[in-house]
């Protein structure tokens, strides 16, 4: 497309000096103002052709950045639901309301040891030596508040199921929960996710045609942004770890 838009503006430019030649004088300005418009039209056209990709990924970088932190939180309440209740959550009503009201317990874990008092009557020993049982002493020292833990004072979990741009149009991140089999066994998964159309519904239709189909080892690839999966035990994000890497202030 750019060599096309260049190979049309170098013609035109060219047909503008041959006409002003060769052309009779009282029509050279009508052909050359419709020339030097065609020609600004097509530089324009190829002014559009580089920058717009340029433009395009500093739009997309910028609100995938947004989408992502939202994803981020979403995985950590989920797998603190996960951690408490043993599923993941479907829904993002219970996940708040999980959020507002669960409690992780503080334990603490002791090794201790004490006479295998069967095993040493069995063998004629006494009870100050012979067999010991190993064990371990789970002590509940208390309990701590998820939404402190994962949140701190803030109430951004909230709003964690909004997708976090405004040409949007207040649309929600999709969330799913179930079981995955996997060797006979079953596992709870669950994945949140948005497509890449609703990120960027106001940007050009061809560059986000291309972004969907995006196969790349740094970049965000398929249709969706999304974290956990229903197919597979996974809770990691499709995003780059360049995502992942706190902003300098």
Same mark, same amino acid.
């Given at each position: 497309?750019?060599?096309?838009?260049?190979?049309?503006?170098?013609?035109?430019?060219?047909?503008?000096?041959?006409?002003?030649?060769?052309?009779?004088?009282?029509?050279?300005?009508?052909?050359?103002?419709?020339?030097?418009?065609a020609?600004?039209?097509?530089?324009?056209?190829?002014?559009?052709?580089?920058?717009?990709?340029?433009?395009?990924?500093?739009?997309?970088?910028?609100?995938?950045?947004?989408?992502?932190?939202?994803?981020?939180?979403?995985?950590?309440?989920?797998?603190?639901?996960?951690?408490?209740?043993?599923?993941?959550?479907?829904?993002?009503?219970?996940?708040?309301?999980?959020?507002?009201?669960?409690?992780?317990?503080?334990?603490?874990?002791r090794?201790?040891?004490?006479?295998?008092?069967?095993?040493?009557?069995?063998?004629?020993?006494?009870?100050?030596?012979?067999?010991?049982?190993?064990?371990?002493?789970?002590?509940?020292?208390?309990?701590?508040?998820?939404?402190d833990?994962?949140?701190?004072?803030?109430?951004?979990?909230?709003?964690?199921?909004?997708?976090?741009?405004?040409?949007?149009?207040?649309? !929600?991140?999709?969330?799913?929960?179930?079981?995955?089999?996997?060797?006979?066994?079953?596992?709870?998964?669950?994945?949140?996710?948005?497509?890449?159309?609703?990120?960027?519904?106001?940007?050009?239709?061809?560059?986000?045609?291309?972004?969907?189909?995006?196969?790349?080892?740094?970049?965000?690839?398929?249709p969706?942004? !999304?974290?956990?999966?229903m197919?597979?035990?996974?809770?990691?994000?499709?995003?780059?770890?360049?995502?992942?890497?706190?902003?300098?202030?």
């Open positions: 497309m750019i060599l096309n838009i260049v190979i049309g503006t170098l013609i035109c430019v060219g047909i503008a000096v041959l006409l002003e030649k060769y052309v009779p004088l009282k029509l050279n300005p009508v052909i050359s103002i419709v020339l030097w418009v020609i600004l039209g097509l530089g324009y056209s190829l002014y559009k052709s580089i920058n717009g990709p340029v433009e395009f990924n500093k739009v997309k970088e910028a609100r995938y950045a947004k989408v992502i932190e939202n994803l981020k939180d979403i995985r950590s309440a989920e797998l603190a639901y996960q951690e408490i209740t043993g599923n993941f959550s479907g829904n993002f009503d219970s996940l708040v309301r999980f959020i507002d009201t669960a409690q992780y317990a503080i334990i603490e874990r090794d201790t040891s004490y006479a295998d008092v069967e095993k040493n009557e069995a063998y004629g020993l006494g009870n100050d030596g012979g067999y010991y049982i190993e064990d371990i002493i789970i002590d509940t020292l208390g309990f701590s508040s998820v939404k833990s994962l949140f701190g004072k803030t109430d951004r979990y909230k709003t964690m199921m909004n997708v976090p741009i405004e040409v949007a149009d207040g649309a !929600k991140f999709e969330l799913k929960a179930g079981k995955y089999e996997k060797n006979g066994d079953y596992f709870s998964v669950f994945e949140a996710k948005v497509a890449k159309r609703v990120i960027l519904i106001d940007q050009d239709k061809d560059l986000l045609y291309q972004e969907e189909q995006l196969v790349s080892v740094d970049g965000i690839n398929g969706s942004v !999304k974290v956990g999966a197919n597979d035990i996974d809770t990691s994000g499709n995003w780059p770890k360049g995502y992942d890497i706190p902003k300098e202030n």
